[in-house]
């Protein structure tokens, strides 16, 4: 009975070191979420902007492929496949805070894990397997895959995330990226419990539960929807018209990638005819002697009209209102910024230069 134990044991550890499938036998509905996160295709081969920037980068030539340290974390080159793992979130011992970008610390020990859980925030879990009866009665506790250890409170915090998630430097000391810690500091409300809300369905298939923590990972690429609730669109009559009032209750800018873009679209109908009002347009567009430029290059903020975090923007129409006029209004995105996309070869990719919207509300005129 020892031995085959110990052989299971062992064949555990290896599948956990060298499958990242195996995680899909106890974990099914999240291992299937996850399949369609960003995290999961973060690598060139998978996700075509990052490849994109990537082929236009002159580190490519050298083989210096330093995106790896997030973009296929615990992989040494630009061949893997494996993007972001399971494994390179769940080992993540600690933060260290560097001016370029920060560094996710990992842990050494083999079958180590860290996770958090609401009431077990003093608790480590090791695999234990008791017998009674003379056998005849079995009881486990954990996972024989792995120990899970829930007192690291950089994920109670979001803090786990600003390993990579932080602030990118270049080469040049200008910030291409960057958000806000403000979002990794509260346990009520943070990063995680954003972009990865408690959803239907068990976490894992050993201890049946309600929810668990949604790990396709709520963004622009995935489930833009759960993020809707971050948002809030009001209409407010002025005297030359009307204005619309964008709050962004995140902490952080509304989208925080240099590529991204935001719109906001109106239409305004009256006795049946639809007029398509001004299209508001929010970007902040990095680049060098007042010129965008590639993220390698950039120098300073060329422009920067972003919604900021927390912020409540009004955005005014000169518009004469009539009562019974229907006012429509849709807060969406691009992926990628559809002026810069030919720069980068991906004009025709549809999904990442079409408008999507994120959210709509409608008014009506009194």
Known sequence: MYRLLSLSLLLSSQLFANDLNTCQSCHPVIYQEFQQSFHKKSSIKEDKVHKAVWDKHPAKAKGNYKCAKCHTPKESTEKTHSGVTCISCHTITSIENHPKSNKNI?????KTLYSAQKGMEDQKIVYEEKSSWFGLVKETKGSPYHDIDYRNQNFYTGEVCMGCHSHKENGKGFNVCKTDKKGAQNKKQNCITCHMPKVTGSATSIRESK?????????????????????DLSYHKIDNGFEITIHNKAPHNLL?????????????TRQGKVEQLKTHTFVKIIGTNNKPSMPWLATQVVKDTMIK?????????????????????????????????????????KSLTSFTPLKSSYFKVQ
Do not use: C, S
């Not at 929810?211 to 948002?231: C, E, R, S």
């Not at 996309?341 to 025709?348: I, R, S, T």
């Open 211 to 231: 929810t668990h923590a949604f790990h396709g990972f709520a963004g622009v690429h995935n489930a833009p929807k759960m993020l809707a609730q971050y948002i």
């Open 106 to 110: 990992y842990e050494t020990k083999d």
């Open 256 to 268: 925080t990638h240099p590529l991204r873009v935001v719109q906001l679209k109106t239409t305004l």
């Open 309 to 349: 975090g927390e912020e409540k923007r009004q955005v005014p129409f000169e518009v004469a209102l009539q009562k019974g006029d229907e006012i429509e209004t849709t807060l969406g995105y691009y992926i990628v910024n559809p002026k810069a996309a030919p720069k980068l070869g991906l004009e025709d990719q």
